[in-house]
Nanobody, 124 residues
Framework: QVQLVESGGGSVQAGGSLRLSCEGSKYRYSDICLAWFRQAPGKEREAVAS???????TYADSVKGRFTISKDNQENTLYLQMKALKPEDTGMYYC??????????????????WGQGTQVTVSS
């Protein structure tokens, strides 16, 4: 069982920065994928960034160059550094995990471990 707890959300103005954290258990599986998703009101949950056990990272086109995903295996913590935030980045951010994939999937239904979410609000 992988347990995940997010923190670090908040309200910022456009152009600002936030860093999200996701503290979890059992990150040291050899085939674990860790990801950040977000969901805006009335929209489907979408993948933002992911990192696999080999450290390969993927990003949604909308956040490339602005967001950075990283993980600290010693502290069992996943991070999402967000810079140059835009109002369209507003939403509930979730960290997620799934086992058994060589490269991380991009659809939220393919992940079976989720945190409770942390709200990010970016005002113009």
């Amino acid at each position: 069982q992988v347990q995940l707890v997010e923190s670090g959300g908040g309200s910022v103005q456009a152009g600002g920065s936030l860093r999200l954290s996701c503290e979890g258990s059992k990150y040291r599986y050899s085939d674990i994928c860790l990801a950040w998703f977000r969901q805006a009101p009335g929209k489907e949950r979408e993948a933002v960034a992911s990192v696999d056990s080999d450290g390969r990272r993927t990003y949604a086109d909308s956040v490339k160059g602005r967001f950075t995903i990283s993980k600290d295996n010693q502290e069992n913590t996943l991070y999402l550094q967000m810079k140059a935030l835009k109002p369209e980045d507003t939403g509930m951010y979730y960290c997620a995990a799934v086992l058994g994939w060589n490269s991380c999937p991009t659809r939220f239904r393919q992940y079976n471990y989720w945190g409770q979410g942390t709200q990010v609000t970016v005002s113009s």
